[in-house]
């Protein structure tokens, strides 16, 4: 049971599950991208766009795992439709080929949920040689939503019905390194800072779906550009307690005493990134920030244009040079 539960403006609370904000929405025609889909929220968010109708490509790094993930969900639902494909954020070759495939497949792409992540590992550098948070968690989105952003446009013309784009960040963007996002040491291990990096990333992940949100309204483009904290997952306390050697029954106490009253479980956890992309109450909005189901303000460094367009550029050279 979640403390706080009390209903914001949207109807709904921190204590809503996906299931009960996409109630008696029907989504059939629309398809949806879903990355780290094999697991946690991404599972969760899965299973209940396919249940609305959303036709489902699961992006994933292990396929058999995936695969298995399909065939749960098609058990409890026979009328889901959903794909498994490979994809390795932190790889740019990966993503390359993943939106190559998908392209190349025919399909239109109506909703694209940027979700897959990972939480503060020791100093690491990507096979792209950039460090493996900002890689996996923001480099590899940025370009994957990049190389389909053509397709999204497409389908939003075609079928005239809004395309939406959802990058899954998390309150550690308040926690990022002084000055936002280190351009000059993305790849420095000296002052790297496991935690701060990854409040760099999901910074990142918010200033993109802004800066985006910004040149799609310019563009006149019928596809919004939104992002949002997911909420404390108790899944997520056990890869956290992982760098606590030795002391991870400790952590597995905590939960299992405190969890259900301080952390949301998958089902709650995957709930505003289902209300973000499936809600007819968003229809128009963009370039916001959400938690709890609701509206929310991100840290000022998050609200910056200025370096929302100078991370942009960056980013653009970034995958250019690569």
């Known amino acids: 049971m979640w403390l ?16 009960e904000v996409t109630k008696g929405i029907d989504a059939s025609g629309l398809t949806a991208i879903v990355t780290g889909a094999s697991s946690g929220i991404g599972l969760e968010t899965t299973r209940v766009l396919a249940k609305r109708g959303v036709h489902v490509v699961m992006g994933i790094r292990n396929m058999t795992a995936g695969k298995e993930v399909r065939e749960e969900i098609i058990k409890e639902n026979p009328a889901a439709k959903i794909d498994a494909m490979e994809l390795d954020l932190s790889s740019l070759q990966s993503v390359t080929n993943f939106a190559s495939h998908f392209t190349s497949s025919g399909l239109p792409l109506n909703i ?32 994957l939503t990049h190389l389909l952003l053509e397709t999204m446009k497409k389908t939003a013309r075609h079928t005239k019905r809004e395309g939406r784009i959802v990058n899954v960040s998390s309150t550690a963007h308040r926690y990022s390194y002084k000055q936002g996002i280190r351009f000059d040491k993305i790849n420095d291990q000296q002052g790297y800072s496991r935690f701060l990096a990854y409040g760099q990333s999901k910074l990142a992940n918010i200033l993109h779906a802004n800066e985006l949100s910004r040149r799609l309204k310019e563009e006149g483009a019928d596809i919004t550009a939104n992002s949002l904290h997911p909420g404390v997952i108790t899944t ?37 990134t289902c209300y973000v992309a499936l809600h007819p109450q968003l229809k128009g909005i963009s370039g916001q920030y959400f938690s709890d189901n609701n509206l929310d303000k991100p840290h000022s460094k998050a609200t910056h244009t200025d370096l929302a367009a100078k991370l942009w550029d960056f980013t653009m050279d970034l995958i250019n040079n690569k």
């Open 4 to 19: 706080f539960n009390g209903n914001g403006p949207s109807g709904f609370s921190s204590s809503s599950t996906a299931e």
């Open 112 to 143: 694209l949920i940027n979700n897959a992540g990972i939480m503060i590992p020791p100093f690491t550098l990507s096979a792209d040689k950039i460090e493996l948070q900002f890689a996996t968690n923001y480099l590899g989105h940025f370009l």
């Open 236 to 272: 997520n306390l056990f890869r956290y307690a992982g760098i606590f050697q030795g002391n991870l029954g400790i952590f597995e106490g905590m939960v299992s005493t405190i969890g259900g009253l301080l952390l949301k479980n998958v089902q709650q956890g995957a709930s505003t």
